[in-house]
Structures are given as structure tokens and as C-alpha cells.
């Protein structure tokens, strides 16, 4: 008899490889797989209530190529709220027995369901390239930390499932241990439209609670692959359903007494709107409503007069623009020290000027399409915003043709309380200004409401140490671009307005997911029982 092989644990966790975009032979693999996704689309998504696919009500939604509108990419039917109610009541069906299986049993579907993804990595890509403008080496980077989710929660829960060391006194007996807390409805963005649905559904199966899953309206056919995953490798249906749709979907999934806990990520407008409905406990309901919420930011880079510009300029270029600015980490705001603002704007000036727009599947492209018209329009907006009160110090067209294309802009000498410096514009547009010194830099993002994440580039330790103490920001980055947090590295979230939860990828991200009890059990003896 062979012995069964150890349990997964967090020291055996290792961030999945991203693809060698440099060798040949795998740039060569991209067109046939986009090929193949094309012959196959669009991508059907019905409503799952469990096993038990549905039309929903009749009312159906569409998720097209940004870089090419008219091509349609996903038909998802939208969950009504009779469906969203048939969802959670199936979720809290199949909740107590997914419960009961031990966390080494749920870990195993999860990382089952990361091989599965693992198995079809340039197919799940090439989907966010076709329905999210992802370029292929950002589309490549979300599905590795999809399976880095995955992979690190089924781990965390093992770890949680032992429960923690507590005191213990003679004559009794103490323990702490995790209950999972139900159905848990996970609300999700389209800009990571693969990796975040599947951190929050992840970290929600992994410790025993059942899903209701309602993706971003612009990303439904990520959603239904997520599902695919979790499904092959082992997830029951109950534990997993799908309600897609727009706004009123979430709020059904919301408002309904049914769910035991929320988690969310998204707009600040949206945030704050879910978190007062949580709030409102419908009749009946006899538990409170936790909203795990992960929010916008307005992100600044402080760059301290002995900066390394050769660093600095490249990883700024790359945190503002990469994935046009569409990232909650993104480089919004440069707080340049006096003395190098003139030689910084000149270098990025040229930097923006010599940025390449164009098409999500063209490897040479630095800024794709924004993910709709209303954003191009937004961002359209800001800029002239930008131009009338301050000055555009550069800007890169793009060329004719179809998508929702949008000029990469960089604005400087904006007046203090513009909605350019303080409003998340979510496209490409970076703001440049220049401070009289570090402290002046930490003032002004001291007076931001958001807190997500932040940067600064500087070459003495004292100013690191000043700059590390001073900030309100979630993720700090030193003389490194500001996006790309890593599973386990750099556990992600934001503070202030950014967020209320317990960072995303790190170790503590799991216990926002459960219940604690806590037990004491009196171990004197009392006579014996006759
Ligand atoms: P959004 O807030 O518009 O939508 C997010 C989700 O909420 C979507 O699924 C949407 O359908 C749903 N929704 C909208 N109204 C709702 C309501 N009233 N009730 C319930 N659900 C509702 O955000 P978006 O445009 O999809 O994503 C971009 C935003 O997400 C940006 O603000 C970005 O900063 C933020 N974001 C934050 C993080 C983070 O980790 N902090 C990560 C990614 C994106």
C-alpha cells in the first residue's frame, strides 16, 4: 500500500510562471490560439443555478471586443431577481456538505481546478485579449494569478482549517476554530476578469462556504470559464452558481437575506452603495452582513530629487500606462521633487510621445483600446479638463481605425483640488506636479480620501524610511513600478476610501471568509458518572 501523498502547504506554494513572450515559439502559439477562440465565439452563459443551466428572464446581455465592437464575444443571459433567489437558495442547499469535507478535500478541487486553467492558459488569455483588450503578456499575467489564487487559498485553509494555539491552564480546555459562514455573493470588475472573480470565489470555497458569482457585465465569458474550472476540478455545482448581469442583479444578490457575507470589488461609487445596503438587514435576517470591499485609488509616485531617472521613468511609464491606465494600481499622479521636475517632464514627455496604440493582440502595442465608449469618453473628458485649467505636456494619438481607442495623455500644472488630480480616471492619463520637497509629496497624498497603492523613487534610505512611515497607502512600491502585485509576495488592498478588507493574496485574506468559535471546556473532574 502506497501512502497518501502529504497535504499542500504554504512553504510548497510557488507563483505560476508567466509565458516567455521573448522566445519565438511562444509568441508563435498566439495567433493560432486567438484563431481557434474566434471559430468558437460567442460564448454562451446562461444563468447556472447549480446544475440546472437557465435562460434567466428573457433579458440577455452582450460582451464585445473593445478593440473591434462589432465583434461579439460572450451572450450571457441575465439573472433576474427570481434567479438570483433560486441561486443562493441552491447555494444554501449545497452549502453543508461542501462544509463538511475536510479543507485538504476542498483544496484538492481548487488545485485541480488551477491545472485545469494551467491546461488552457493561452485559451482563457486569449479570451481576455478578445473581450477585455488584455494584451497577451497582461491577459497571460491575470490567468497565472488566477491559478495563484487558487493554489494559495487551498493552501491558507489547510493551514486555517488546524485552528490556532490558544492558552492553555490546568482544568481546562481551550480552542479556537473556523466555521465557514454560508453563501457568500462575490461581486466582480472586469479589469482582472479572470484572476479576481477567482481570488474571491477561491477564497470563499476554499474555507467551506457555497458562491453565487455575479461577473462584471463587460467580462461574462471570463465568468462562465471560472466556473468551468472550478466545476472539472471537482467543486460541486451547489457550491458554485452564476448569476450574470448588469447592476440590478447585483443588488438582488445584495439585498438578499439569503447571503451571509459579500465580497467586492470595484468602484468606490459602487462600494459605498453595497455597503449601505448590507447594512439594511432584510426581515428576518438574523446575521450581519460582512462586505469585503476592494476600491478604487488615485495613485501617486513620489520622486525625491536623487532618484535614479533611468529607473524611475520607464517603471512610471509602464504603472500609468500599461493596460491604458486601467489597472486600481496605476500611476495616476507624479509628485516630482523641484530640482529634477523640469528633466523628469522633458523624459516623460518623450516617453508618452513614443507610446504605441493600438490593438490588445499586437505584441508591440503599449495601450490598447479602453474597455468601452463611455470610458473613452470619460478619459476624453479629463484631458480637456486638463488642457483648459492646466497644460497637456504631451500626448500620444492613436492611429484610425476601429475600438475604443484613447490618446495616452500626460497633463502637468494642474491648480490644487482639480477633479484631474483627485478623481480616479481609470484610462490613460498622468498627472505631473511639482513639490517643493518629500515632505510636501507625503502631504499631498496624506490629503487624498483614497489609499490603494503608491510609489517612490529615491536613492537614500533615510528618505525610504520617512516615506514607508508616512504613508497611509495599502502597497508602497520603492524604486519599482507601482502594479503587479504578487500571490504571497505582496499581499494587495487598499486603506481610507481604497477598501475595508484584509489584503488580497496574503495570509490573512482567508479570515475575512469565516466565523470564529471560540471553546472552553472545564476538564476537572466532578465524581464519576454511576
Ligand atoms: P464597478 O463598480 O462599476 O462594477 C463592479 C461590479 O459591481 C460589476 O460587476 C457591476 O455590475 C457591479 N455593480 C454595479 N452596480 C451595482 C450595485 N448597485 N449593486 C451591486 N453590484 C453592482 O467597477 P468596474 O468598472 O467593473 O471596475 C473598475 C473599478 O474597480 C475601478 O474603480 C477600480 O479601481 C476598481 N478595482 C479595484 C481593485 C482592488 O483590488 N482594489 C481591483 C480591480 C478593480
Not at 510548497?12 to 490560439?33: C, D, H, I, K
Not at 473581450?131 to 493554489?151: G, N, Q, S
Request: aromatic share 4%.
Amino acid at each position: 500500500m502506497t501512502a497518501a501523498p502529504p497535504p499542500p502547504t504554504l512553504q510548497g506554494f510557488a507563483n505560476e510562471p508567466v509565458l516567455e513572450l521573448r522566445r519565438a515559439s511562444v509568441r508563435s502559439s498566439l495567433g493560432p490560439a486567438l484563431e481557434s477562440l474566434d471559430a468558437a465565439l460567442p460564448v454562451r452563459v446562461p444563468v447556472s443555478v447549480g446544475a440546472d443551466a437557465r435562460t434567466g428572464g428573457g433579458a440577455r446581455l452582450q460582451s464585445s471586443d473593445p478593440g473591434a465592437p462589432g465583434r461579439v464575444v460572450a451572450v450571457a443571459e441575465i439573472a433576474s431577481v427570481d434567479d438570483v433567489d433560486a441561486a443562493v437558495a441552491e447555494a444554501a442547499r449545497g452549502a453543508p456538505a461542501w462544509s463538511r469535507l475536510a479543507p485538504e478535500r476542498r483544496a484538492q478541487a481548487l488545485i485541480s481546478a488551477a491545472a485545469w486553467m494551467r491546461a488552457r492558459r493561452l485559451e482563457l488569455a486569449a479570451l481576455e485579449v478578445r473581450e477585455c483588450a488584455k494584451p497577451w503578456r497582461e491577459a497571460d499575467a491575470d490567468v497565472c494569478e488566477a491559478i495563484d489564487y487558487l493554489e494559495y487559498y487551498a493552501r491558507g485553509a489547510i493551514a486555517l482549517g488546524r485552528g490556532r494555539e490558544l492558552l492553555q491552564v490546568p482544568g481546562e480546555r481551550n480552542e479556537l476554530h473556523y466555521a465557514p459562514r454560508g453563501v457568500v455573493g462575490v461581486i466582480s470588475p472586469w479589469n482582472f476578469p479572470l484572476a479576481i472573480p477567482c481570488g474571491m470565489t477561491a477564497a470563499a470555497l476554499a474555507v467551506g462556504n457555497t458562491v453565487v458569482l455575479k461577473p462584471a457585465e463587460q467580462s461574462p465569458g471570463l465568468g462562465q470559464r471560472l466556473r468551468d474550472a472550478l466545476l472539472a476540478g471537482g467543486v460541486p455545482p451547489a457550491a458554485i452558481s452564476l448569476a450574470p448581469g448588469a447592476a440590478e442583479t447585483g443588488a438582488a444578490l445584495v439585498a438578499h437575506p439569503g447571503v451571509r457575507a459579500i465580497a467586492f470589488t470595484g468602484s468606490l461609487a459602487v462600494g459605498r452603495r453595497i455597503i449601505a445596503q448590507a447594512a439594511q438587514a432584510a426581515p428576518g435576517q438574523r446575521h450581519f452582513k460582512p462586505v469585503i470591499a476592494e476600491l478604487g485609488g488615485k495613485n501617486c509616485v513620489i520622486v525625491a530629487a536623487d532618484a535614479d531617472l533611468d529607473e524611475a521613468i520607464p517603471a512610471i511609464v509602464a504603472s500609468a500606462f500599461g493596460y491604458a491606465g486601467q489597472k486600481c494600481s496605476a500611476a495616476a499622479r507624479v509628485l516630482v521633487c523641484e530640482p529634477i521636475a523640469p528633466q523628469l517632464l522633458e523624459r516623460l514627455a518623450g516617453a508618452v510621445h513614443a507610446l504605441a496604440i493600438g490593438q490588445a493582440q499586437e505584441l508591440d502595442t503599449d495601450v490598447p483600446p479602453v474597455i468601452e465608449r463611455e470610458a473613452m469618453e470619460r478619459v476624453g473628458r479629463y484631458a480637456a479638463e486638463a488642457a483648459a485649467r492646466g497644460r497637456i505636456a504631451a500626448q500620444a494619438q492613436p492611429p484610425d481605425g476601429e475600438g475604443w481607442l484613447c490618446p495616452a495623455t500626460l497633463a502637468t500644472d494642474l491648480p490644487d483640488g482639480s477633479p484631474v488630480l483627485e478623481d480616479e480616471i481609470f484610462g490613460p492619463l498622468l498627472a505631473v506636479q511639482s513639490v517643493r520637497d518629500v515632505e510636501a509629496a507625503c502631504d499631498a497624498v496624506d490629503g487624498l480620501s483614497y489609499a490603494l497603492t503608491g510609489g517612490l523613487f529615491s536613492r537614500d534610505p533615510a528618505t525610504v524610511s520617512r516615506v514607508r512611515a508616512r504613508t497611509p497607502v495599502g502597497n508602497l512600491y520603492v524604486n519599482r513600478a507601482i502594479t503587479g502585485a504578487m500571490v504571497g509576495r505582496q499581499p494587495f488592498g487598499g486603506n481610507r476610501l481604497s477598501g475595508t478588507g484584509l489584503k488580497a493574496g496574503g495570509p490573512d485574506y482567508l479570515l475575512q471568509f469565516v466565523e470564529q468559535r471560540a471553546v472552553c471546556e472545564n476538564t476537572m473532574r466532578h465524581g464519576l458518572e454511576v
